[in-house]
Nanobody, 122 residues
Framework: VQLQASGGGLVQPGGSLRLSCTASGRTAASYHIGWFRQFPGKEREFVAAISVSGIIINYADSVKGRFTISRDNPKKTVYLQMDSLKPEDTAVYFC????????????????WGQGTQVTVSS
């Protein structure tokens, strides 16, 4: 499966962005999807994940209540709605896919998309 992340950009503190992760491939809708972010010089960190059914969802504590993950399986797309953005959310955001269950460890994901830059600044 191939993943394409999009939707990043520059936004002011308190603003919103919606990231999209579109998968291609015949079985693309059968994968659990995670979002991760990477700060300069740091390891990627978990942001959110959603199961194939959309029923099981997990968020990092740092984004709980501000970010919402959802998916549209017919469109093979997973969304990350980011509200009340803070300067410390500035990072490159990646989406990743794995076939078995959602996970918070990046090493457990088999496929990765290219990153999309999110910059929160006034």
């Amino acid at each position: 499966v191939q993943l394409q992340a999009s939707g990043g950009g520059l936004v002011q503190p308190g603003g919103s962005l919606r990231l999209s992760c579109t998968a291609s491939g015949r079985t693309a809708a059968s994968y659990h999807i995670g979002w991760f972010r990477q700060f300069p010089g740091k390891e990627r960190e978990f942001v959110a994940a959603i199961s194939v059914s959309g029923i099981i969802i997990n968020y990092a504590d740092s984004v709980k209540g501000r970010f919402t993950i959802s998916r549209d399986n017919p469109k093979k797309t997973v969304y990350l709605q980011m509200d009340s953005l803070k300067p410390e959310d500035t990072a490159v955001y990646f989406c990743a896919a794995r076939p078995y269950a959602i996970a918070t460890e990046g090493a457990m994901y088999n496929y990765w998309g290219q990153g999309t830059q999110v910059t929160v600044s006034s």
